[in-house]
């Protein structure tokens, strides 16, 4: 319970002192297309095998 009311604090306070500015970044054309990029990057990262680039770990077979 207090880290929600800590958290529910710190975000009316920043909602007061930084205003619309969040809200008007993230929905501008540009603020889209950073948010698209970024999906597109996560998603392009799950799709990578991983396990060819770890060591393989000792007395494993392969």
Excluded: C, N
Excluded at 24 to 33: D, H, K, N
Excluded at 39 to 53: E, F, P
């Amino acid at each position: 319970m207090v880290s929600f009311s800590f958290y529910m604090g710190v975000a009316v306070l920043a909602e007061r002192s930084l205003g619309a500015t969040p809200t008007s970044s993230l929905t501008s054309p540009y603020g889209i297309a950073i948010q698209l990029a970024v999906l597109i990057g996560v998603v392009l990262l799950a799709r990578v095998d991983w396990t060819k680039y770890l060591p393989a770990a000792e007395g494993a077979d392969q």
